[in-house]
């Protein structure tokens, strides 16, 4: 809030880049409770809250998919339908949040920019796409962006159901820490992931935007690896990872620089660091 204060300049909307609700392994209720905090700040600060859907918060996705398809099945619309796009209004605590999955495209100083999370440009879902890709060639069928979906959904919505069996889910961190295969994994699969440069993931981001037709872009922004950061091509867009705005522990943080997220106005647009009065990154967009 101190930073929106100082540096905001007459910001009138705040873009929430997913994983604000951490669904995975925890109670839903306590998630929700521990945030809203954080959401009715924002509110009173008059802000427009538009909030993007990570992994961590799918479930959000599912809840509007479930309840969209119960208003078809009350009507005998019973076709299955596929929206690549969703946008709805969400009650949480009595504040209404307009949500987002997976993109919202807004425009400042006549440029356009593509907000996500993330979470569909690698990591597991890799893995996840080529199970599904080798079953669609045997079948002789076209891999297509709502495989991704399915899968995701099957992944995450196993994760987020564990959560209600509070005893599953110590006995199962008891376990992985035991055999130390969470810490292989943390420091050799997901490392490689969670910590990758904007660079690096230039490629997946211009297949993301190809597969789901989003027309022109002038500038992508994500979060989902929390590794700040900027890269940009001749002639493509200008990415930006906008980082993790969380204290990391210094204990456990691989991150180059953490406590980071993007200003955008009339000025530029500013890469900032939580504290710091100079910005990291700067922008002229006019």
Not at 48 to 71: A, C, P, S, T
Not at 142 to 155: I, R, S
Not at 216 to 231: E, L, P
Request: charge should be negative; hydrophobic fraction near 40%; glycine fraction near 8%.
């Amino acid at each position: 809030m101190q930073e929106i204060s100082i540096f905001g300049n007459g910001c009138d909307e705040v873009v929430l880049l997913g994983d604000i609700f951490d669904l995975w392994r925890v109670r839903p209720e306590k998630a929700i409770r521990d945030s809203v905090c954080l959401l009715k700040s924002l509110y009173d600060m008059d802000l427009r809250i538009r909030y993007v859907v990570g992994n961590h918060d799918h479930h959000l996705v599912v809840l509007n998919q479930e309840g969209e398809f119960m208003e078809r099945m009350a009507r005998g619309d019973l076709y299955p339908v596929y929206v690549p796009s969703l946008r709805w209004r969400q009650i949480i605590n009595g504040l209404e949040i307009e949500m987002f999955y997976p993109t919202y495209k807004t425009r400042c100083c006549h440029r356009t920019f593509l907000c996500t999370h993330g979470h569909h440009l690698g990591g597991v879902q890799a893995i996840s796409m080529q199970v599904m890709g080798g079953l669609r060639r045997l079948s002789g069928e076209e891999l297509l962006p709502a495989d991704l979906e399915m899968m995701m959904t099957y992944a995450y919505e196993s994760i987020y159901r564990s959560a209600y069996i509070g005893e599953m889910v110590n006995l199962e961190n008891c376990l992985w820490n035991f055999s130390g295969l969470l810490q292989w994994i943390m420091a050799g699969v997901f490392k490689r992931y969670s910590f990758i440069s904007v660079e690096r993931q230039y490629e997946a981001i211009l297949g993301f935007l190809r597969d789901h037709n989003l027309g022109r872009v002038d500038c992508f922004i994500y979060g989902d690896t929390h590794q700040a950061g900027i890269y940009q091509r001749k002639g493509g867009p200008l990415a930006m990872n906008a980082g993790s705005f969380m204290r990391e522990s210094k204990k456990s943080s691989c991150l180059k620089t953490s406590d980071t997220y993007l200003i955008i106005n009339e000025e530029g647009l500013a890469l900032r660091q939580l504290g710091q009065m100079t910005p990291l990154y700067l922008c002229e967009l006019s």
